[in-house]
């Protein structure tokens, strides 16, 4: 029996619903107050199960005649204020889960992210061989998944059969608004500029594909960039603003900009009591140049990935 954590997100969602076209049954989970995504509704191969991955005795009860499990949760956040969610979750939430499944022999798939690889090289791609080195200036998000994968290899080291595979951004027409999403709601509503800096993204279905692939290859204790191309933002918005039929974003947000941009912004959720719009981290990551090799995984399982000119239009089309 398989077992997907974080069922109910972008992610999980899809993974679950490539799996259950198969024909294959599966235990989804969920936290209590979490939704089911309609993509999920009603799909009578699914067993739903009610857990906390912070809950111990939750989790026991949900491995219950489990063999693979597919670890999708995880909390996505770049506002310094979730610090202490984001090491609780990805963390400890993680480490519970290859707990478990070392305890009960049970092979682990652990979604991890680009952002536990090694930092951006000077011409030259980053690799699953890089290793990431601390950074004070680090946001939480990337030390959290980097922790939280150094628990799957903890757990490997002590006998667990898991393989991990690091994601870069991920699209998809399930995102919605939310999450990457929340990039093509703010260039289809007139953003008039762009960052230099540069990153790996890929679409939702292709990140699922592969896991699949590589949760049923003899792969283990290896990890793997799941990644179709890499973007300049200005490119990606670009080809978001060509897709919606508005005008693309053409200055360049310079440092000093984007510094006085998420102080506005810091300054603005003081009075409005919402989640500032734009936070240091993400300030500081839409400047770095970040670009991935994606050549393992396509050895590996010899996947063709969707081009990404392709994603960004039918994700267009849908939110048009």
Same mark, same amino acid.
């Given at each position: 029996?398989?077992?997907v954590?974080g069922?109910?997100?972008?992610?999980g969602?899809?993974?679950?619903?490539?799996?259950t076209a198969?024909g294959?049954?599966? @235990?989804?989970?969920?936290? %209590?107050?979490?939704?089911?995504p309609?993509?999920? %509704?009603d &799909?009578q191969?699914?067993?739903?199960?009610?857990a906390?991955? *912070?809950?111990?005795?939750?989790?026991?009860?949900?491995?219950?005649?489990?063999?693979?499990?597919?670890?999708?949760a995880a909390?996505?956040s770049?506002? =310094?204020?979730?610090?202490?969610?984001?090491?609780?979750? &990805?963390?400890?939430?993680?480490? *519970?889960i290859v707990n478990?499944?070392?305890? +009960?022999n049970?092979r +682990?798939l652990?979604?991890?992210?680009?952002?536990?690889?090694?930092?951006?090289?000077? #011409?030259?791609?980053?690799?699953?061989?890089? /290793?990431?080195e601390y950074d004070a %200036?680090?946001?939480?998000?990337?030390?959290s998944?980097?922790?939280g994968?150094?628990?799957v290899?903890?757990?490997? $080291?002590?006998?667990?059969?898991a393989?991990?595979?690091?994601p870069?951004?991920?699209? #998809?027409?399930g995102?919605g608004?939310?999450?990457s999403g929340?990039? /093509?709601k703010?260039? @289809?509503?007139g953003?008039?500029y762009?960052?230099r800096g540069?990153?790996?993204?890929?679409?939702v279905?292709?990140v699922a594909?592969?896991?699949?692939?590589?949760?049923?290859s &003899?792969?283990t204790a290896?990890?793997?960039?799941i990644?179709?191309? *890499?973007?300049h933002?200005?490119?990606?918005? #670009?080809?978001? !603003? !060509?897709g919606?039929?508005?005008k693309?974003?053409?200055?360049e947000a310079?440092?000093?900009?984007?510094?006085?941009?998420?102080?506005?912004?810091k300054?603005?959720s003081l /009075?409005? #009591?919402? =989640?500032a719009?734009?936070?240091s981290d993400?300030?500081? $990551? $839409?400047?770095?140049?970040?670009?991935? $090799?994606?050549e @393992?995984i @396509?050895?590996?399982i010899g996947i063709?990935f969707?081009?990404?000119k392709?994603?960004?239009?039918?994700?267009?089309?849908?939110?048009?």
């Open positions: 029996m398989i077992l954590t069922a109910t997100g972008f992610l969602a899809e993974l679950i619903h490539q799996l198969q294959i049954k599966l @235990k989804a989970l969920k936290r %209590k107050q979490s939704v089911i309609d993509l999920l %509704k &799909n191969l699914i067993e739903w199960a009610i906390d991955i *912070n809950d111990l005795s939750d989790l026991e009860e949900a491995f219950d005649g489990v063999d693979q499990v597919y670890h999708c909390l996505v770049f506002n =310094p204020k979730d610090k202490a969610k984001l090491l609780k979750i &990805n963390i400890e939430g993680t480490s *519970n478990l499944c070392q305890e +009960l049970v +682990l652990h979604v991890s992210s680009v952002a536990a690889l090694g930092n951006a090289k000077k #011409g030259a791609l980053i690799t699953e061989a890089d /290793f990431w %200036k680090a946001h939480s998000y990337a030390i998944k980097y922790e994968e150094m628990e290899w903890r757990g490997i $080291s002590e006998g667990l059969d393989v991990i595979v690091n870069s951004v991920i699209i #998809g027409k995102a608004f939310e999450g929340a990039i /093509f703010l260039v @289809k509503d953003l008039s762009y960052t540069a990153t790996g993204i890929v679409d279905t292709d594909k592969c896991m699949i692939a590589l949760m049923n &003899n792969e290896e990890r793997f960039t990644s179709s191309e *890499n973007y933002y200005k490119q990606f918005f #670009g080809e978001i !603003a !060509a919606y039929g508005v693309a974003p053409s200055k310079k440092p000093w900009m984007l510094n006085i941009a998420w102080r506005a912004a300054l603005g /009075f409005t #009591g919402k =989640p719009s734009l936070t993400a300030a500081r $990551s $839409s400047l770095n140049e970040s670009l991935y $090799s994606n @393992k @396509k050895k590996t063709n969707k081009p990404l392709q994603s960004i239009e039918e994700i267009c089309k849908q939110h048009s």
